[in-house]
């Protein structure tokens, strides 16, 4: 009795079975959506811009409220705020030196610890420039700055007065401007801004939209 031998399929008969790729269910995330920002001025980068929007966003800006500008003051404010109290100590080493008198020790003391007082100083205004900000909303001017305790000032739009741009001696030579904003809380000062020009057409442009178009302050 023969038996009969299986048949050998050829390569282009053969049947491969291979597991089908897993399909998986798309997952819907809603998208987070930051605040809304018109525009971002002079050194306000991305750096600094999560720890400003969440300060801004528990602090200083109302539910609702869209900011339109924020300015940070140049790198100048610095220089510039400390230069007279640098002058005043410089002055006072000099003039005790001449006059044969020492200050707190004999020598060169004098003069380091008059160097030790401007570093401390130029610290100090570094932290102050480090929490100072000035924001344009679609409703208010708002000042934001302090070290250990955060001062927020505002101004509604249609309650602000006058706006002034003013340039010291100090700031002509750095190229800087400074704006001088009388709303019904008295005088705010953006103070030491690079772009001062432009800042100041802006907020004077946003100020004449709010009292045409009647927006609440």
Not at 177 to 196: C, F, H, N, R, V
Request: proline share 7%.
């Amino acid at each position: 009795m023969l038996l009969e031998q299986p048949r050998r399929r050829s390569p282009a008969q053969r049947v491969s079975y291979r597991a089908a790729p897993p399909v998986l269910s798309p997952r819907i995330i809603a998208p987070v959506r930051p605040p809304a920002f018109g525009a971002i001025g002079d050194a306000a980068g991305a750096a600094v811009r999560m720890p400003l929007v969440s300060l801004l966003t528990g602090n200083a800006v109302n539910p609702g409220e869209i900011v339109q500008l924020v300015i940070k003051p140049s790198r100048w404010f610095i220089l510039l705020n400390s230069v007279f109290f640098a002058a005043i100590v410089v002055i006072a080493v000099l003039g005790l030196q001449l006059l044969g008198k020492q200050l707190l020790a004999p020598g060169i003391i004098s003069i380091q610890f008059g160097i030790v007082l401007i570093a401390g100083r130029l610290m100090w205004s570094t932290v102050q420039w480090m929490g100072r900000y000035y924001l344009l909303t679609d409703q208010r001017l708002i000042r934001v700055c302090g070290v250990f305790d955060v001062d927020i000032q505002s101004h509604p739009l249609r309650a602000v007065t006058s706006i002034r741009l003013y340039r010291p001696a100090g700031e002509r030579v750095c190229n800087v401007g400074s704006l001088e904003i009388i709303g019904p809380d008295g005088l705010m000062a953006w103070q030491t801004m690079s772009k001062y020009q432009q800042v100041h057409d802006t907020v004077q442009q946003a100020v004449l939209k709010a009292k045409q178009n009647g927006c609440c302050g």
